[in-house]
């Protein structure tokens, strides 16, 4: 039998290994780790010898798998149009704007990664057709900053070794699989798109049947997001577990009917509900959350066939090692967490089950006690990893998870089996009037902004929520209930008056960056509308940013306005400036204007731009100063209005920070315009290796030209300026610390 404690410090050492700034070689963890036996042999009595070996294990495990990783995912520097032959390996996901899947690519050399493939040309993918085609790949970087979503966490966590953009050029090698699980997949895809009058329940049977969760409309995405039901629509533990149990429970119930029962019918019941979670995740699309769930179901299952006297605890160490011997980069998903952690509080909890006078307690306490040790558990976990936590989101689970496990799902599974179209009509209309109240009542749900705490008080919030789901240590419970109202009351500290903290948010291909002064908040741009969910919002709860008195959408592109309606929802902010208002409901133009907030000046330049027309060109303008020290901000402006404003304002343009125009392009940051401006620092807010190549070649020179220090979101992230104060006006990035397996260059360009 393997000891549980070997076990759990073996997971501890998987875990804090995704911490180490730097990881030796290979052959150095093995030399350590031989060298390392003697000692362990002459100290084997004790236990704390034991545990640093097997967390050293852990940790020399989990470096060198992962650094295995790293060495098959696509060159950093190999940015070029690529000639690849690819093997379509999953549904297409397809969108007003694209068709994006996962695709086996593999080059002339024999090569092969497995990519994110996108193709804005709209065209047909089928599943399983291998093609040659012209792409453009590029390393999983994105974007980094105090929280949000790591695009290389999550390529490693989903073993993604590239994303790409194809090209015009494709030619069919083979066709598409007529047979196999692949076609029986996109088979059962097209049948429920039969059922046109309920298309976003037909949707959600897809999503809830296949895996397909694309063809959700954004309207439903926004639903669930404010009332926390994204798990119950994406298939993970919770869909694998339903169905397990199902036909787990229904092989019972046939066995009775069998002429001889079989001599172990445990067996034949432990098996029929792997098969099922097995066939399950595999018409699912077999992703990393369902084969985590596979796995530990099978590891729950060799526990409980040996009837072992181990208790729930140690299944679930055991299940929690076996997930991350196959997979240690999971540590880097949310998902592991939230399963793992739910789980744990449930078998926490799950003590109370008989009364301290040996009676049992009743089902519905049972229930409640669960939900409540669920919630709380759940408020450390979604405030650190989303910035927010949906208040509603206890209750609506409540219902929504016995409606979408005993209901939607076993619809939604037997009507792909049995594809009558009156059956799949029912179903479909079920699950659209299941969208239809869950977009109305996410209208009235609120959410709570939790911001960014420091490690210490993070992991008293940790433990704080063990002690309240504690059956017993009711005299320490105060405590832990004060310990975790500090975690989510806990916000950074604003400016001082006259004082201004600029931060250039890392949104990729785009723009998006916040002004606070003591008592006020502007944010310019909101960049698109993914990265606003993903990145912006969790990040300006992060810095204890809940309202908006001031948001600024300098012009009409994506890039820039993209993420208009999430903020706004959200922020609430008490007005809205844009350089194109017709646009946005209730808009002010950006009018020449000045203004003081908290000592703070904050100043609108405009130019003459009757004859400039192009949306750039229409871009607010917005210098901020604070004691002497400014930052200019110029949108999308190109060169023609950047004379204009040379024209009119001259010299009192000069400001120590200059943002880029239009992302560092070859149309703006004139040779002039840099000259009257005279930063100290130019700032480039754009996306790694984009297709634009920005800040171009040419802008960088300029910029070198005139003595300038360049400062790169795609290469640093975000990064924060310090405005009216005596110390550095930078003030640094806000991610100063690298784990070794990011590989996001880090790097200043001078």
């Not at 088979?187 to 009058?197: A, T």
């Not at 309606?565 to 007005?575: E, G």
């Amino acid at each position: 039998m393997i000891r549980l404690d070997w076990v759990a410090a073996w997971v501890f050492g998987v875990v804090l290994s995704f911490a180490l700034p730097v990881a030796p070689a290979f052959y150095i963890w093995c030399v350590l780790a031989v060298a390392m036996l003697p000692l362990l042999w002459r100290w084997r009595r004790y236990r704390a010898a034991c545990w640093a070996y097997a967390f050293y294990i852990g940790m020399a495990y989990a470096v060198c798998f992962t650094q295995l990783q790293l060495k098959q995912q696509w060159p950093l520097t190999q940015i070029e149009p690529v000639l690849v032959q690819i093997r379509v390996a999953d549904l297409p996901q397809t969108d007003e704007r694209r068709v994006r899947f996962e695709a086996e690519a593999q080059d002339d050399n024999g090569h092969r990664w497995r990519v994110l493939l996108s193709d804005y040309a709209l065209r047909e993918w089928p599943v399983g057709s291998v093609w040659k085609v012209q792409a453009k790949l590029r390393a999983p970087i994105g974007e980094v900053n105090l929280s949000g979503f790591n695009r290389e966490a999550w390529a490693l966590n989903n073993g993604l070794a590239g994303l790409g953009t194809i090209g015009k050029f494709r030619e069919q090698i083979l066709p598409a699989q007529r047979y196999g699980l692949l076609s029986t997949r996109n088979l059962i895809s097209r049948h429920w798109q039969r059922v046109e009058q309920y298309k976003d329940g037909a949707a959600l049977m897809r999503a809830l049947s296949v895996g397909e969760q694309s063809a959700l409309s954004s309207e439903a995405w926004q639903a669930f997001r404010p009332l926390g039901l994204n798990h119950l629509v994406s298939i993970s533990g919770l869909h694998v577990s339903m169905v397990a149990l199902w036909a787990a429970w229904l092989m019972k119930r046939a066995m009775k009917w069998w002429p001889r029962m079989p001599a172990r019918p445990r067996i034949w019941i432990l098996l029929t509900g792997l098969a099922a979670a097995l066939f399950y995740a595999l018409l699912a699309g077999f992703s990393v959350p369902t084969q985590r769930s596979v796995l530990m179901l099978f590891v729950l299952a060799w526990v409980w066939l040996g009837r072992r006297s181990s208790s729930a605890w140690y299944a679930w160490w055991l299940s929690l090692a076996a997930v991350l011997l196959f997979a240690p980069s999971a540590v880097l998903g949310a998902g592991l967490w939230l399963s793992f952690g739910l789980v744990a509080a449930l078998i926490w909890v799950s003590a109370l089950r008989v009364g301290e006078h040996g009676r049992a307690v009743a089902p519905w306490r049972l229930a409640l006690r669960a939900q409540v040790a669920i919630s709380i558990w759940s408020l450390v976990l979604l405030g650190t990893w989303f910035g927010s936590l949906p208040l509603l989101s206890p209750l609506v689970n409540v219902v929504a998870i016995p409606w979408f496990s005993w209901v939607l799902t076993p619809l939604a599974l037997a009507a792909s089996a049995i594809p009558w179209l009156p059956l799949q009509t029912m179903a479909a209309a079920l699950a659209d009037y299941t969208i239809k109240i869950l977009i109305w009542l996410a209208n009235y749900a609120p959410e709570f902004g939790v911001s960014a705490a420091p490690w210490p008080l993070l992991i008293l919030a940790v433990f704080a929520s063990m002690v309240l789901v504690w059956p017993k240590g009711s005299g320490l419970k105060p405590w832990a209930l004060l310990m975790l109202m500090a975690f989510l009351l806990y916000r950074p500290a604003s400016p001082l008056p006259n004082r201004a903290r600029v931060t250039v948010w890392d949104v990729g291909q785009g723009s998006a960056m916040l002004v606070q002064t003591s008592k006020h908040n502007l944010l310019f741009d909101t960049g698109h509308l993914a990265t606003a969910y993903m990145t912006l919002l969790p990040n300006l709860h992060a810095v204890g940013v809940n309202h908006l008195d001031a948001l600024v959408l300098s012009h009409h592109d994506n890039d820039h306005d993209g993420g208009f309606v999430p903020v706004a929802a959200t922020m609430k902010p008490v007005m809205i400036l844009a350089g194109q208002p017709e646009v946005y409901p209730n808009a002010q133009k950006c009018v020449e204007q000045a203004w003081m907030w908290d000592g703070v000046l904050f100043e609108w330049l405009t130019a003459n731009t009757t004859e400039l027309d192009d949306d750039n060109e229409q871009s607010c303008v917005l210098r901020v100063l604070a004691g002497g020290q400014s930052i200019l901000v110029t949108g999308d402006l190109g060169q023609k209005g950047e004379q204009a404003l040379l024209a009119r304002y001259g010299a009192s343009l000069m400001s120590q920070i200059l943002i880029l125009g239009h992302h560092g392009s070859t149309s703006s940051s004139s040779g002039g315009f840099l000259n009257t401006v005279a930063p100290d620092y130019a700032v480039a807010s754009s996306g790694y290796a984009n297709q634009y190549r920005h800040p171009t070649a040419a802008v960088q020179s300029r910029v070198r030209a005139h003595e300038i220090k360049l400062l790169r979101t795609d290469y640093s992230g975000g990064m924060v300026f310090e405005l009216g104060g005596n110390d550095e006006i930078f003030a640094g990035y806000l991610n100063k610390t690298k784990p070794y397996w990011q590989r996001k260059p880090f790097a200043e360009n001078k």
